[in-house]
């Protein structure tokens, strides 16, 4: 076979370049062309041209493939628009040479203008450092190998342990590099020992953010230290400052050390850059931390280097004598650094670039993140040494970065102007990819308004990328098709069991309009010195410059308390907490500060010896009498009161005499007084910091004083992210080095999960053995398992030992695991006082009636007893006449509550002779406002709980009682569920319309599009700072976003409907006020609270088997006179019994209550 033939069956890429000196080389560098083009660039088809249509039956290549035929290149001198001249449909553009020297396919493309040079710039750079794995496929891919490893056969039980682990480690090994996508280039350049890459500098890390919260606990200290009350100053919430979607938690930020030995080997300190760059010479005073980072290294110093710095004083002519290359600058640190006489800095041979780990340098334009933008330009560009030197007490750090740009260096600002650009470059490559997918799925210049149905492992429920851009499209869309659909949906049983209940409420005649006069009606519900008030005004740039200046003064208070909730300190005379003797508590080993600022987190701490009050008998006795505390209240408070003082030598089986106790009690057994107590007798010994609060609800915290147990553990509720536990969070530590019992209320709304998460926390934060429940910390529960069950998570009573159908041969899940393990928490509870008596319910009648109730046993005396209730009867004729026009109503679905609230709003403002005014939410879809006026309807209309809690569409009547739907600041008692009464609401005059969004409200309705603020007096506000012009207790509350999905199928025609019962999905970003009427509340929201006077429905909603629906509507009152109930309702529903579960563990508590008699029978007498 000659040499021609070989080269025939070759592939053209592998044969050599013609040689341009051969006569003949044009002819053969055309056929070379011809061949490469005809072999490699000409497009076939595969699966991912598809993978942006929507319709896989009208399948359009995203390269847009083949492409039209032009026969000559012409440019539109109008509109700029070159059309390239093209003879073949299927073959991507290329430049000869570029194709004859790479020999490979290739695509090549005018850049027309900047925004698709920076698209370009960022394709590049981000597909070359991308890794070739994502976590997700390695982790599959390992664990593929371990069960591979277990099934081998040859394995013998004679091998070691270190040869077993050698196996598994080479397995894994060979597993991920058998998945690995090598080039031909990089195969070769690594046999030939060459480099696998190449860079034209050199590189070192920095951790900005942690850097950055540092100086913001600096400065955060500073205000809280000064007290200052009228200052104009911001606070940042360093959960919201980032500038992507998927933000690392703050614990995740907390500052890192590296643990050194100091000059005495046997001594060691944490150090890190941050560290050595406040304590770096005098003599680079001037250097900024990017610079310092770039240009010097920390090193251990020896022998020449402390030569050379007793030299440093030598003249430069006397320096000029030295031969060869001068060594390197030297400095070295101040003496306040702990490692200056053992370290030195030394100056790089070359420059580094620093890389900036974490959460990216935001945008300078976006105005949700100026203050951070503004924060960490001031820490890398400025020089510092302390907080001080980067912003005032008094300043925020937008102003801050205004007054002291003049300390940035030119070369500092082309560096910054390079992060602006890495913005721009990622925002044009977005926009490019949004016109790829457009052109892919465009044909005949319409787009296709069907969905695709988002993933169902999208990193995060509400992360805005996830949802598909062509959702966006139903926007304009809709209206071709959405009218028929709203209109021809069928009625659901719910739907039904909605519309006659507010059919049941109308026709007892709460919303029958008897028109009162209207001031009088003004004086009823408002006392006299809220009447200057004006319910309703216009912005002006003052009240716009209060409300900013509010917001900022509501955040220092909020961390100012916070921090003393986590060390425990409060004041001498009361429970409020006092900053200023923090301090007190806390003996610090080292105070490496120069600048007399003492800050709290950085210190390590010794804990301090408990200042403990002479305690006796006749102290309890004091607070017994005080708190007329019943014979089961009193037995409970002597056992954990003794315990602090002592008395554990009756917890024996236990962790070094831990009590873990639980005392349950139906609704009105004194749990809540109980609490009181014990956190009294705390207060007077003055052991407070030793104990915490906490409960799972907003409103449950508020009723004993404490924080919601999400709060005090660092997360959110709706968070797909849980909070990272780390060995060694020093952050954690402190917050539970204190703290030694933990009172939970409510434990009935407490989940597995939860308590198992609580848990782990504990543990490490105490650093105990995980076998330990709960760290060693003595916690005592508190609720009724009678009362509502946990949303989403398992009740405590769960008994796992009890065979489920459907997971017999399946492995458990980690939840599962997790869930088992926090059971086994409750399993060890060693002391149990039951609560029996009624404290609440003062009628005889009506108490043994909820006692039957509890059971399930309720008898035709109990059913007919509570027909008299009934609207309609004798005792109660109608809902027009007081007191029951403003008893709130108990509903069942969050549907009724908010119809309800409308009808009743609407009904007050007739009363009062006023236009209905309504704040309408500000809703996006990919930061654009939902411009069709059928989907605009159908959002404001949804339910509050199905769009994170906020309405949209929110009605005022003055004096309206509200209730705040988000946790605002928990510290300050400004949680959700908290009550108050509407004064005032703050709007921009021009975003008033009459146009009506709904029919719910009348056509005089007034919408306010572009509320700013709104005053509430809320009575149990835990504010102590003064607001400048308002009153105690009025707090203004500020719009709030929040995200929410929405399931569009439902007004989809059926023939664009998404196939197999899938949803199609659009996430939508709200801004609105976090506020909801209160003429009506739902049952769960009741829980835990005394009502004086109430309207229930004990129709219950279908398939509700529930004793809890029933019981605890019925058991927030003192007697039977104290309740309305709306309509006619079945015996069966006082007949539902408690589950198997539960009776099984209140009779496993009955027991231990029994024991815990036996072994505390003086504290019964």
């Known amino acids: 076979m000659d040499a021609s033939d070989i080269q025939s069956r070759l592939p053209p890429a592998c044969l050599p370049t013609p040689n341009p000196s051969l006569p003949n080389f044009w002819s053969r560098f055309c056929t070379d062309v011809t061949q490469l083009v005809e072999s490699g660039n000409v497009h076939r088809h595969s699966d991912t041209c598809y993978k942006y249509c929507k319709d896989m ?361 390079n992060i602006q650009l890495l913005h721009e470059c990622k925002k044009d490559r977005d926009e490019h990819l949004l016109r790829v997918i457009t052109e892919a799925q465009t044909e005949n210049d319409t787009i296709d308004p069907e969905l695709v149905i988002p993933s169902r492992n999208m990193r995060d429920e509400y992360d805005d990328t996830s949802d598909n851009e062509d959702l966006l499209e139903l926007l304009g869309n809709l209206n071709e098709y959405t009218t028929n659909a709203l209109n021809s949906t069928k009625k659901t049983t719910e739907s039904i069991y909605i519309e006659e209940t507010i059919e049941a409420v109308e026709k007892v005649g709460r919303f029958t309009h008897t028109r009162k006069n209207s001031q009088s009606l003004v004086n009823e519900s408002s006392r006299d010195h809220f009447q200057q008030i004006v319910p309703f005004v216009s912005a002006t740039p003052n009240l716009v410059r209060l409300n900013t200046k509010w917001q900022e003064q509501l955040k220092t208070e909020k961390e100012r308390v916070r921090r003393s909730l986590i060390t425990g300190k409060y004041d001498k005379t009361d429970d409020t907490l006092d900053y200023d003797s923090i301090q007190d508590a806390l003996v610090t080993m080292v105070n490496s500060n120069n600048h007399n600022i003492d800050i709290f987190d950085n210190y390590t701490q010794i804990l301090p010896v408990a200042s403990v009050t002479t305690t006796s008998y006749s102290t309890q006795q004091s607070i017994i009498v005080e708190y007329t505390l019943n014979r089961e209240q009193r037995a409970a408070f002597m056992i954990i009161t003794s315990h602090l003082d002592g008395d554990k030598e009756r917890h024996i089986g236990t962790n070094n005499g831990q009590l873990i106790m639980c005392i349950p009690g139906c609704g009105g057994t004194g749990k809540s007084q109980l609490i009181r107590a014990v956190t009294k007798y705390f207060l007077v010994t003055k052991r407070i910091q030793m104990m915490r609060k906490l409960a799972p609800t907003g409103i449950a915290a508020a009723e004993i004083g404490g924080m919601t147990i999400h709060s005090f553990l660092g997360e959110q509720r709706n968070s797909g992210k849980p909070r990272t536990i780390k060995p060694g969070d020093s952050k954690l530590e402190k917050q539970w080095a204190l703290v030694e019992y933990l009172l939970i209320d409510e434990m009935s709304m407490v989940g597995l999960t939860l308590l198992g998460k609580l848990n782990r926390i504990l543990s490490a934060a105490k650093h105990a053995d995980p076998e330990i429940p709960f760290g060693g910390i003595n916690v005592i529960f508190f609720g009724d398992y009678l009362q509502y069950r946990p949303v989403y998570d398992t009740p405590l009573y769960t008994d796992f030992s009890q065979p489920f159908k459907n997971k017999s041969g399946q492995l458990l899940s980690e939840k599962e695991i997790q869930q088992r393990a926090a059971r086994s928490l409750i399993l060890q509870i060693n002391c149990v006082i039951k609560l029996s008596q009624q404290m609440r319910t003062e009628d005889e009648r009506y108490r043994e009636l909820l006692e039957r109730l509890r059971q399930g046993d309720c008898n035709l005396q109990d059913y007919e007893l509570l027909l008299t209730r009934v609207v309609g009867q004798p005792s109660v004729s109608s809902l027009r006449q007081s007191p029951w026009n403003e008893a709130p109503i108990l509903a069942y679905r969050n549907e009724v509550r908010t119809q309800l609230n409308n009808k009743a709003a609407v009904h007050n403002a007739a009363q009062l002779g006023l236009q ?215 015996y069966e529903v006082l007949r539902i019994k408690p589950s198997k579960l539960q009776v099984a563990e209140i009779e496993r508590l009955d027991k231990l209550y029994i024991d815990t008699q036996f072994r505390f029978s003086e504290y019964f007498q």
């Not at 056509?1003 to 102590?1024: C, D, F, G, M």
Request: a negative charge; glycine letters at 2%; hydrophobic letters at 35%.
């Open 57 to 417: 039956a009208k399948k359009i290549c995203r390269l847009i493939m083949p492409r039209k035929l032009i026969s000559v290149s012409t440019i539109d001198p109008e509109t700029g628009h070159i059309s390239m001249r093209r003879s073949h449909p299927w073959i991507n553009n290329f430049n000869e040479y570029i194709i004859s020297s790479c020999r490979s396919n290739m695509d090549i493309k005018f850049i027309w203008t900047g925004s698709d040079t920076k698209a370009l710039v960022y394709y590049i750079t981000d597909y070359i450092t991308k890794t070739s794995l994502s976590f997700h496929d390695t982790f599959s891919l390992i664990q593929k190998s371990i069960t591979s490893f277990k099934n081998v056969s040859d394995q013998t039980e004679t091998e070691s342990a270190i040869e077993r682990s050698r196996k598994l480690v080479l397995r894994c090994y060979n597993t991920l590099a058998s998945q690995q996508e090598l080039s031909g280039v990089q195969v070769a350049s690594y046999l030939m020992n060459w480099g696998d890459h190449y860079t034209t500098h050199k590189f070192q890390g920095l951790y900005l953010i942690q850097t950055e919260i540092f100086l913001q606990t600096e400065l955060n200290e500073l205000r809280i230290k000064q007290n200052l009350e009228h200052a104009s100053h911001d606070v940042i919430d360093d959960d919201n400052v980032f500038d992507d979607e998927n933000t690392a938690a703050e614990d995740d930020n907390e500052e890192n050390f590296q643990i050194q030995s100091t000059e005495n080997k046997n001594n060691f300190i944490l150090v890190n850059t941050r560290v050595d760059y406040q304590y770096r010479s005098d003599t680079l005073s001037k250097i900024c931390l990017y610079d310092f980072v770039s240009t010097f290294y920390k090193r251990k110093m020896n022998a020449t280097d402390a030569k050379y710095l007793s030299k440093s004083s030598t003249t430069e002519d006397q320096q000029g004598i030295r031969k060869g290359r001068p060594p390197n600058q030297r400095f070295p640190f101040q003496e306040q650094h702990p490692q200056a006489t053992t370290y030195l800095l030394t100056e790089y041979s070359e420059a580094h670039i620093p890389i900036l780990y974490g959460p990216q340098i935001p945008r300078h334009d976006r105005e949700d993140t100026k203050e951070r933008y503004s924060r960490a330009l001031l820490t890398l560009f400025v020089p510092w040494r302390s907080v001080s030197d980067l912003c005032d007490v008094n300043e925020n750090w937008e102003d801050a970065l205004k007054s002291r740009q003049h300390h940035i260096s030119p070369d500092s600002w082309n560096i910054i102007e």
């Open 916 to 1130: 209905p005014m309504v704040c309408v939410a500000q809703d996006t879809c990919k930061g654009k406002p939902i411009e069709d006026p059928i989907l605009m309807k159908k959002l404001l209309e949804l339910s509050d709980s199905k769009t994170e809690h906020l309405p949209g569409l929110l009605p005022f009547v003055p004096g309206m009682p509200v209730i705040l739907t988000q946790n605002l600041a928990i510290e300050l008692g400004l949680i959700n569920g908290i009550n108050g009464i509407f004064r005032q609401l703050v709007y921009e005059a021009d975003s008033v319309s009459i146009d009506a969004l709904s029919n719910t409200f009348p056509n005089n309705t007034q919408y306010v599009h572009q509320p700013l603020y709104a005053l509430i007096e809320i009575a149990r506000s835990k504010i102590e700072c003064n607001l400048e012009t308002l009153q105690p207790k009025i707090v203004p509350i500020p719009l709030m976003e929040q995200t929410f999905r929405f399931d569009v199928t439902d007004i989809l025609p059926k023939n664009k409907k998404p196939k197999s019962n899938q949803k199609a999905m659009l996430s939508i970003k709200r801004r609105a006020l976090p506020l909801v009427p209160a003429y009506c509340i739902t049952t769960h929201k009741s829980q835990g609270q005394t009502l004086s006077k109430a309207v229930i429905d004990l129709k219950l909603p279908n398939e509700t088997e529930d004793i809890a629906a029933v019981y605890v509507p019925l058991s927030r009152f003192q007697r039977l006179i104290d309740v309305a109930i709306l309509r006619p309702f079945d």
